[in-house]
T-cell receptor, first 112, second 117 residues
Framework: DSGVTQTPKHLITATGQRVTLRCSPR?????VYWYQQSLDQGLQFLIQ???????AKGNILERFSAQQFPDLHSELNLSSLELGDSALYFC???????????FGPGTRLTVL | AQTVTQSQPEMSVQEAETVTLSCTYD???????LFWYKQPPSRQMILVIR??????QNATENRFSVNFQKAAKSFSLKISDSQLGDAAMYFC??????????????FGKGITLSVRP
């Protein structure tokens, strides 16, 4: 158990819908990262937050957005879902000035 | 931009034997971190080992060790005394030295390791 929690574990929805994925980092970690794992794209970095502020963006679609709240949990919002958004979404956290990222169990999103 | 290449999509090893998983990377930076993560069928990403580029000594964690060749930009993982529980997908990853911003992990495509009993 890495100490990073993600909910829900599984999500099945339809095209065009909107979903929210939630992540709670390890105690004391200020950085939260979101990654997408799909068969064709592999593991791709989406976005990073540090202590409530957006720090870096990767290959994140405009239909996707994220935020980190004062209690440091983070949410990834996916809207106007398409079949191709079906993937495993990971959240990871790391401590201040830390170099290692610890991953949550992931949320498997299926878009039908 | 940094890239990580894992050219072997699959490997197989006999239980109790030793196997080496290859990884190469490309970067123009002199300081960085390298990692190996394990992803078993449960899909959880588990840190196996980390290496700091400015350290000459190869990292070791129990049965797992790395062969870090900085000049060749090579970072291979050796698993000794392979066990059935080692069967998983293994990802090599690169990270810039922490700057507070853009400290993302760049992953290779992964290698699926099977262990034969």
């Amino acid at each position: 158990d890495s100490g990073v929690t993600q909910t829900p574990k599984h999500l099945i929805t339809a095209t065009g819908q909107r979903v929210t994925l939630r992540c709670s980092p390890r105690s004391g970690d200020l950085s939260v990262y979101w990654y997408q794992q799909s068969l064709d794209q592999g593991l791709q970095f989406l976005i990073q937050y540090y202590n409530g502020e957006e720090r870096a963006k990767g290959n994140i679609l405009e239909r996707f957005s994220a935020q980190q709240f004062p209690d440091l949990h983070s949410e990834l919002n996916l809207s106007s879902l398409e079949l191709g958004d079906s993937a495993l979404y990971f959240c990871a956290s790391s401590p201040p000035a830390g170099d290692t990222q610890y991953f949550g169990p992931g949320t498997r999103l299926t878009v039908l | 931009a940094q890239t990580v290449t894992q050219s072997q999509p699959e490997m197989s090893v006999q239980e109790a034997e030793t196997v080496t998983l290859s990884c190469t990377y490309d970067t123009s930076e002199s300081d960085y971190y390298l990692f190996w993560y394990k992803q078993p069928p449960s899909r959880q990403m588990i840190l196996v080992i980390r290496q700091e580029a400015y350290k000459q000594q190869n990292a070791t964690e129990n049965r797992f060790s790395v062969n870090f060749q900085k000049a060749a930009k090579s970072f291979s993982l050796k698993i000794s005394d392979s066990q059935l529980g080692d069967a998983a997908m293994y990802f090599c990853a690169y990270r810039r030295v922490y700057t507070g911003a853009n400290s993302k992990l760049t992953f290779g495509k992964g290698i699926t390791l099977s262990v034969r009993p």
